[in-house]
């Protein structure tokens, strides 16, 4: 049963581009959640989702941030304009559909903006 | 703030030694986790203990609750040098939300 699988592992982008990440949940799991990460701190909440729904965005800037889980394929966090400041490790991690919340995550998208 | 603080932000034992980390939060949980990364990966999943618990043990790992003083632990016991690594403890909040706190850094000498 593979894990959870983000591509691609490293993402450089100038300023201004577009920047999408891949996240694709284990088997049998219908919970998706997005975190960044910054160098030496802990993760920040970005956005839940379930396939076709977004649940709580609430971790996710209002502008430039989307997120997608469809009925088919991976969830897609994408970052529109790029700036320096979105330069972070992005992290998904996927649960079970059941009441016990245990998260598995994938290794993360290393996103450098140049 | 909602996220736990963990304590200390860093630590530095001997292997063989016991390793304690300690998570203090402010506001109401369903329940707590405790996660470990490695350098540049994932978080792993390591022990949950539901709010009405107030210990839990799983191989060399020992954690607390207290929910009166809102504070949990975790031991990791005879420690080695594979347990180097980021420890963070995980609030689940309401609405299927897990609310990471900042880490310990654990580094164990061989």
């Known amino acids: 049963n593979a894990g959870v699988m983000q591509n691609p592992r490293h993402l450089v982008r100038r300023r201004g581009q577009e920047a999408r990440l891949r996240c694709s949940p284990m088997?049998?799991?219908?919970?998706v959640y997005w975190y960044r990460q910054l160098p030496e701190e802990g993760l920040k909440f970005m956005v839940y989702?379930?396939?076709?729904?977004?649940?709580?965005e609430s971790g996710m800037p209002k502008e430039r941030f989307s997120a997608e889980f469809p009925k088919e394929g991976p969830s897609i966090l994408r970052i529109q304009q790029v700036v320096r400041g979105d330069s972070a490790a992005y992290f998904c991690?996927?649960?079970?559909?059941?009441?016990?919340?245990?998260?598995?995550f994938g290794s993360g998208t290393q996103l450098s903006v140049l | 703030s909602q996220q736990g603080e963990e304590d200390p932000q860093a630590l530095s034992i001997q292997e063989g030694e016991n390793a304690t980390m300690n998570c203090s939060y402010k506001?109401?949980?369903?329940?707590l986790q405790w996660y470990r990364q490695n350098s540049g990966r994932g978080l792993v999943h390591l022990i949950l203990?539901?709010?009405?618990?107030r210990e839990k043990h799983s191989g060399r790992l020992r954690v607390t609750l207290d929910t009166s003083k809102k504070s949990s632990s975790l031991l990791i016991t005879a420690s080695r040098a594979a347990d180097t690594a980021s420890y963070f403890c995980?609030?689940?909040?309401?609405?299927?939300?897990?609310?990471f706190g900042a880490g310990t850094i654990l580094r164990v000498k061989s």
């Open positions: 088997k049998g799991h219908s919970h």
């Open positions: 989702l379930q396939k076709e729904n977004i649940i709580d």
């Open positions: 991690a996927s649960s079970p559909p059941d009441r016990v919340m245990k998260l598995f």
């Open positions: 506001t109401s949980i369903n329940n």
């Open positions: 995980a609030l689940e909040l309401g609405g299927n939300k897990l609310v």
């Open positions: 203990i539901r709010s009405n618990e």
